[in-house]
């Protein structure tokens, strides 16, 4: 391939301004994230408005700096607090924490950040090798491949979200009406607009992700305090030792391999990645401590493997406009909002952003892994500033953004309706990222079905002739249709039946054999003991 | 879970500092417009109906550009995005005539979006004063380099079994390969996309045969060979692309482009209206807006804003008259 976009994507990065930017982001995205329960969407989504008067291509670095910096975050409070920011990092605080009490709070930090650094660094190179040839053969992708593939990724997060399915489908199927309110595209009519102007062009992004999660977890916080949580630990001796380093290795490079191929797929990569890495790594332990007591090869592993995750979540979305998961439907609206469609296009047309953001991720890794170790000792002391100091000021900034999104006060509207709602989610032990995600891939799923069919002249047949379409719904099926298999099939084999509730969608799609015999993967045995909402919440 | 009264003093503080924002955001918003005695009193807000980034907002920007050179203040681009650019216009339309706040119009809002929406939501220009006009953006109609077309006729050769892709309804995309067909009797298939961008990339992938979209989306891939040029839909050739026919010269009438220009509310002083023309005379003659146009494929066309409502008036006529007797309807293509 030719390397000569790569390099001046270099150049790129290394303009004094976006490595600003690029720095700002990631220590910004560690301010915030490192607040209890703010995880990587909820910084971005509150964050957002920042990058309203930006050019792009420091926009779009400065908030992938933010999103690495919030990941980060998350990890330090699940270690610290157990108080993970999200799912991914809640498989840290299972190891990370129990070493924070041993009073290796700091050795666990340490590991975690040498492990993100690891596994993005990882991601990234691949990144850089595959992305362009995903985006060649990305022009075949035409309506009806996008329609199979957005109904395939809603399946996914719906199926992977934490709680119960029926509750994750109910919040996705929520998603997909609120996706149809304002002009239907085809005929010029208008759908549940109650008569507003506002509505005509159907309901925001961004203003959803804010309130979903942004104010909702804000809410949600308050009413949990820090009563309910875990006591606060020290961190020191961040290094890890010779030995450690010895140790880590293997998880690593596990993690890494393991979190770029399952980041690729859709519905919440990161944390199946986790989880995944978790599973193997409890299998393959050959000490010295016991898992649930402070492995250190229990929070390098998943750590490595989220990066690596959350990296590699940017290929579908970049290349084919798909976002993985819900941070990156928030990463969507943000390159919405500055006139950039993602698609195929892309590394073509804008070969300054693509290759811009992608290498910041390296410069952004490393100053992450740079910054992470001195600012330890920030962290913990932001973590002593009350909830009832820091809400407010966040919820102040997400206001204030939501009314730069339109320069009026419907968007704080929105902000304020849909974090009661998420607040309300929350509570009840919906998960919100399925109703995000699907009201993203709503229209695009509607439009993209509708435009197959005037393509095909009204037969649906022909989708036949379209293999990675058809490849597409046949996996989709597979994942829909497995669990159930599954379930008969134990059942009849007197197997408990009320097992399956987290069938490992990561192994069923990349083609499972579900035959009745076979041990759980290590999915689904982690993701039992994983907590499914944060440890505190018991 | 019933709420404790633990945890109501917190949510007060939080509603409290939502309500604070809300109260400076808007009182930020009328300080701007206080201003008497000489024009401008301060800086001008340009109000752009459509996203940041594309391109009636980029116009925007690099009129804005100028504006301190030219007018002495500074005019910030106020993005306020939503139907098709219907609440920014009127937003103008009803805010204070004094010349701080106006407008980047794009004539589609009143001469073809007003086709396929109900007449209570179409925009008129009765209650603003069209400043001046800017430049015109042509619609082109590119072929997949695969299917061999290179000419209309090439098209209606092959009439029946066609797809199309279009901008989306209610746009000049739309109206331009509507009229087109219907003159040159090709039967086919509308497939309408969200914007230009994605209805290019289905005609370089082969998912359509033909679209519609605007010069500055279809040069880099015209100059890469993906895509072959068709048809340009103005009155007169582009520039920029000087071997591609108009359909006019092909037999057809479909005069669509998308114009645009810069308005304020009904009833300004002529004081502030002849600042305003002159300030936006300076920069439209500069030479970096000159190279802007260039760069974006625009076509300069800075008439006064008397012959502007003229001139879009008489479209508004033509586009409706042409619709009506050839019975097309812009709002069905899913049916």
């Known amino acids: 391939m030719d390397f000569t976009p790569v390099l001046e994507g270099f150049a790129v990065v290394f303009e004094p301004q976006n490595l600003l930017f690029c720095l700002l982001g990631v220590v910004v995205g560690m301010v915030i994230g490192v607040l209890p329960g703010l995880g990587p969407a909820a910084t971005i989504a509150i964050l957002l408005p920042l990058t309203y008067g930006m050019d792009a291509v420091p926009s779009i670095i400065m908030l992938a700096g933010i999103f690495y910096g919030a990941i980060y975050g998350g990890t330090v409070t699940a270690v610290l607090l157990k108080l993970p920011g999200e799912t991914s990092s809640a498989i840290t605080a299972l190891e990370g924490y129990p070493m924070a009490r041993k009073g290796e709070g700091g050795k666990a930090l340490g590991a975690g950040a040498i492990a993100s650094f690891a596994g993005g660094t990882v991601a990234i190179v691949v990144l850089t090798l595959i992305a362009p040839v995903i985006a060649d053969f990305a022009l075949a992708f035409g309506p009806p491949e996008y329609a199979a593939l957005t109904l395939l990724g809603i399946l996914l997060v719906a199926t992977i979200s934490n709680g119960t399915k029926s509750k994750a489908f109910a919040a996705a199927a929520a998603g997909l009406l609120l996706a149809t309110v304002g002009r239907d595209g085809f005929t010029g009519e208008l759908r549940y607009t109650a008569g507003s102007l506002e509505l005509t062009d159907g309901l925001q992004f961004v203003p959803i992700a804010m309130g979903v999660f942004g104010l909702a977890e804000i809410l949600y916080g308050l009413e949990r305090r820090r009563g309910g949580g875990a006591a606060l630990m020290t961190a020191d001796k961040i290094l890890p030792t010779r030995a450690d380093m010895k140790r880590m290795a293997g998880p690593i490079a596990r993690g890494g391999v393991l979190g770029f191929f399952l980041g690729l797929l859709p519905g919440g990569g990161a944390t199946v990645s986790a989880m ?102 920030v962290f913990v002391r932001i973590l002593h500033v009350r909830q009832s100091i820091l809400s407010p000021i966040v919820v102040l900034i997400v206001c204030i953004g939501a009314y730069t999104i339109g320069n009026r006060i419907f968007e704080v509207m929105v902000v304020v309706v849909f974090g009661v709602l998420g607040y309300l989610m929350k509570k009840n032990g919906f998960d919100p990222a399925p109703l995000i995600l699907a009201f993203v891939l709503g229209s695009l799923l509607e439009d993209n079905v509708r435009r197959s069919l005037l393509m095909f002249g009204g037969d649906a047949g022909q989708v036949a002739g379209r293999p990675i379409a058809l490849t597409l719904l046949v996996v989709f099926a597979v994942v829909l249709l497995a669990p159930i298999a599954l379930r008969i099939a134990r059942s009849r084999h007197g197997g408990p039946p009320g097992a399956p509730s987290a069938e490992g969608p990561g192994a069923a799609a990349t083609g499972p054999e579900p035959g009745p015999g076979q041990s759980p993967g290590p999915v689904e045995s982690s993701a039992r003991e994983a907590p499914a909402d944060g440890p505190s919440r018991t | 879970m019933p709420w404790s009264p633990r945890s109501r003093g917190p949510l007060t503080a939080v509603a409290a500092g939502g309500l604070c924002a809300t109260l400076a955001a808007c009182g930020a918003v009328t300080d701007g417009s206080a201003g008497g005695g000489s024009y401008p009193s301060g800086p001008i807000s340009m109000v752009v109906g459509q996203d940041a980034g594309g391109s009636t907002d980029r116009i925007a920007r690099a009129v804005a550009d100028g504006s301190k050179g030219a007018l002495g203040v500074s005019m910030p681009v106020e993005n306020q995005p939503g139907a098709n650019g219907a609440i920014a216009t009127q937003q103008v339309a009803e805010s204070d005539p004094d010349g701080q706040r106006i407008v980047l119009l794009n004539a589609s809002l009143m001469t073809i979006t007003s086709l396929v929406v109900p007449e209570e939501e179409a925009v008129t220009l009765d209650d603003l004063d069209v400043v001046m006009g800017l430049s015109r953006d042509d619609y082109i109609m590119v072929a997949n380099a695969d299917t061999g077309y290179e000419t209309v006729e090439d098209v209606v050769a092959d009439s029946g079994d066609i797809t199309y892709g279009t901008a989306g309804i209610g746009t000049g995309s739309q109206l331009a390969q509507l009229l087109l067909f219907d003159q040159a009797g090709i039967e086919g298939r509308e497939v309408p996309f969200d914007s230009g961008s994605p209805a290019l990339t289905a005609v370089m992938g082969g998912q359509v045969d033909v679209a519609t979209i605007q010069v500055g989306e279809a040069m880099p891939q015209i100059e890469a060979g993906t895509i072959t040029p068709i048809t340009i839909f103005s009155e007169e050739r582009n520039a920029y692309l000087e071997d591609v026919p108009t359909a006019k010269e092909e037999g057809y009438d479909v005069p669509v482009a998308q114009y645009r220009a810069v308005a304020l509310p009904e009833g300004a002083p002529k004081e502030v209206k002849d600042t305003l023309r002159k300030g936006l005379e300076e920069i439209t003659a500069s030479e970096e807006y000159k190279r802007f146009n260039e760069e974006n494929y625009l076509t300069p066309v800075e008439i006064s804003g008397e012959e502007v409502e003229k001139e879009w008036a008489r479209l508004a006529d033509e586009y409706a008259q042409q619709v009506e007797e050839s019975g097309l309807e812009l709002g069905e293509a899913g049916e």
């Open chain 1, 276 to 377: 995944a890495s978790y599973g193997i790594e409890k299998r393959l332990n050959k000490g010295p401590t016991r898992f649930g007591q402070g492995a250190i090869q229990g929070v390098a592993g998943p750590e490595t493997a989220n990066n690596a995750a959350a990296t590699s979540s940017f290929i579908p979305l970049l290349t084919l406009g798909i976002p993985a998961n819900a941070t990156m439907a928030v990463m969507f609206g943000a390159l919405l909002i500055q006139g950039i469609t993602p698609g195929p296009q892309l590394v073509a047309t804008d070969p300054d952003l693509f290759w811009g953001v992608v290498n910041s991720m390296y410069i952004g890794n490393l100053v992450l892994l740079v910054l992470a170790i001195p600012l330890i000792g």
